[in-house]
């Protein structure tokens, strides 16, 4: 991580390096900055260009899958939008069901197939297709009929849209967008999964509740695994510009740890209390999915804790797919913040990316 020793020199110019008016030095100044702020993925390939006319395919018709295609629609994010999967009656009855509420949609094509070539050209491929954990089955075992499934899905994808973006949402998702990438052959910086995105929310969403303010104005991470793993950087929380933690400190505000706890355990618990009200999540993820699709495809450059190649990064050593906070633009993945982690924080996202690599070393891929 590049410290203030780096580049000791440089007094920040808040103007765009790329702005006329702005002095060559100041644009140098401006870059080195980002440079430091930002590390891009080992091996990146920012070749992709835009387009102007957006498609996306969603593989899979599932409540999870009809849940981002139609936040995608409603967010008029998709001049196209393509769904495949395998039941052939479900899949064409989803279509039809979208294409009866043109009238109340932003203009969009929706097309459906159980063959693959319906997606050729897409800009970028959701994946939410894959099988349910059985009772009582392990990770490693649901991970392995994962497998299974993806060996017959992603090579279909990289054959007809060669230049995507795959964007894993099925469960468990770490081990799954590893799987997705090493299937894909594509470069690090276009597969990634939703990883703890959604996670983030719920752990917002909760503070918000409780400080009586908006999500919006809570800002914090939980990153590493989606799963039991998760880590929530409690240092870096903040409310409308204000750490929370160094606060309550600052304050003589009693907190303990067990509350912080607390909240962390809700956080990884909502996905499940979700499923046991009723039997399976959709609207949260589906939201989650359309905004990274947004950051994508409007370049918005937004940082969301998603799934990524995380081998380097926060001196994790092994190539493992976990959640890190990523810049997202139209190429993908465009760089990981450098998040000032404490010590503890960095060794429960080191232990977090150790877990997920004992699974994924098992894979069959």
């Not at 690090?188 to 995105?197: A, L, M, P």
């Not at 989650?288 to 804790?305: F, T």
Request: neutral net charge; aromatic residues 8%; hydrophobic residues 40%.
């Amino acid at each position: 991580m590049a410290t203030a020793e780096t580049y000791p020199n440089i007094v920040f110019d808040w103007r765009s390096e790329t702005a006329e008016h702005v002095p060559e030095s100041a644009r140098k100044v401006a870059f080195d900055i980002k440079q430091a702020l930002f590390q891009p993925l080992p091996g990146a390939c920012p070749s992709r260009t835009a387009t102007k006319i957006s498609k996306i395919t969603v593989v899979g018709v599932g409540n999870v899958g009809m849940a981002c295609a139609q936040t995608i629609l409603t967010q008029n994010l998709a001049d196209e939008l393509a769904l495949v999967d395998v039941d052939p009656e479900k899949l064409r009855g989803e279509m039809l069901d979208l294409q009866h509420a043109a009238a109340f949609l932003p203009r969009a094509k929706i097309v459906a197939n159980t063959d693959y070539k319906v997606s050729e050209g897409s800009d970028i491929c959701i994946v939410s297709a894959g099988a349910r954990q059985r009772n009582g089955e392990s990770r490693l075992a649901l991970v392995q009929r994962n497998v299974a499934i993806f060996k017959s899905i992603i090579p279909q994808l990289v054959k007809y849209s060669p230049a995507a973006i795959l964007l894993i949402i099925s469960n468990p998702v770490d081990a799954l967008t590893y799987v997705a990438w090493k299937l894909s052959g594509f470069p690090s910086n276009r597969v990634f999964g939703s990883g703890t995105n959604l996670d983030s929310s719920r752990f917002r969403g909760l503070l918000a509740d409780r400080l009586d303010v908006s999500a919006h104005n809570v800002h914090g991470y939980v990153i590493g695994e989606h799963g039991d793993s998760s880590v929530p950087v409690w240092s870096t929380v903040n409310i409308g510009g204000v750490p929370i933690i160094e606060f309550l400190k600052n304050m003589g505000i009693p907190y303990s740890q067990s509350t912080l706890d607390e909240l962390h355990k809700m956080v990884i618990g909502g996905a499940y209390e979700v499923i046991k009200l009723k039997g399976y999540t959709s609207w949260a993820i589906g939201y989650s999915v359309a905004s990274l699709v947004n950051s994508l495809l409007r370049d918005q450059r937004c940082i969301h804790p998603v799934s990524v190649c995380a081998k380097g990064f926060y001196g994790i050593k092994d190539e493992v797919y976990l959640s890190l906070p990523t810049q997202l633009g139209y190429t993908g993945v465009m760089g990981v913040l450098n998040l000032p982690l404490t010590d503890e924080e960095r060794e429960k996202l080191q232990q977090s990316a150790k877990t997920l690599a004992e699974v994924q070393d098992q894979l069959d891929i």
